[in-house]
T-cell receptor, first 114, second 111 residues
Framework: NAGVTQTPKFQVLKTGQSMTLQCAQDMNHEYMSWYRQDPGMGLRLIHYSVGAGITDQGEVPNGYNVSRSTTEDFPLRLLSAAPSQTSVYFCASSYSTPPGNTIYFGEGSWLTVV | GESVGLHLPTLSVQEGDNSIINCAYS??????FIWYKQESGKGPQFIIDIRSNMDKRQGQRVTVLLNKTVKHLSLQIAATQPGDSAVYFC??????????FGTGTSLTVIP
């Protein structure tokens, strides 16, 4: 099983550039989320989706955009990259109801903005 | 605001000893908690979970204890092995299916 797949694994951007981090899951999960992980900060929620066509903001949504046109895919867009967005990004998915609340994470995308 | 925090950022244990990693939470309404393990360069992996109607739950070599009175969560790892070296996060379920994570405890197992 592929689980949660993120691409790219590594990316370097110049300030002001835009890009999209791709995320796909093959578990038919309703919920999908994007987190960023910074040193000493743990994981912080950026955006999430409870199903196709529905998205909402998390803790740190500024500078990011998401869409959920299908159950499988949940891309994260950086509109105009800033050095403060240098981080490791994790996509995650889960079922919507117990007992399937466990979150499954992708392997991460390392982004550097110079 | 409400947050999940860990008491110790680093922990070193001798191989074969038991490890205890602690976590404090402040949202008394939280009803579900998960412990995750994150190895270097990888995404977090589910270890064990517990619901608020339980005080203890055991898995393979791991036990999670929940003390709702003092809003404290702990992860116990029995007979710690070198492969247990990683960062451990506790996560607290907020509204819907969204989780908020602590900053993590780095566990180092000394051979």
């Amino acid at each position: 099983n592929a689980g949660v797949t993120q691409t790219p694994k590594f990316q370097v951007l110049k300030t002001g550039q835009s890009m999209t981090l791709q995320c796909a899951q093959d578990m038919n999960h309703e919920y999908m989320s994007w987190y960023r992980q910074d040193p000493g900060m743990g994981l912080r929620l950026i955006h999430y989706s409870v199903g196709a066509g529905i998205t909402d903001q998390g803790e740190v949504p500024n500078g990011y955009n998401v869409s959920r046109s299908t159950t499988e895919d949940f891309p994260l867009r950086l509109l105009s990259a800033a050095p403060s967005q240098t981080s490791v990004y994790f996509c995650a998915s889960s079922y919507s109801t117990p007992p399937g609340n466990t979150i499954y994470f992708g392997e991460g995308s390392w982004l550097t903005v110079v | 605001g409400e947050s999940v925090g860990l008491h110790l950022p680093t922990l070193s244990v001798q191989e074969g000893d038991n490890s205890i990693i602690n976590c404090a939470y402040s949202n008394s309404a939280s009803d579900y908690f998960i412990w995750y393990k994150q190895e270097s360069g990888k995404g977090p992996q589910f270890i064990i979970d517990i619901r608020s109607n339980m005080d203890k739950r055991q898995g393979q070599r791991v036990t999670v204890l929940l003390n709702k009175t003092v809003k404290h969560l702990s992860l116990q790892i029995a007979a710690t092995q070198p492969g247990d070296s990683a960062v451990y996060f506790c996560a607290e379920k907020k509204w819907g299916n969204q989780f908020y994570f602590g900053t993590g405890t780095s566990l180092t197992v000394i051979p």
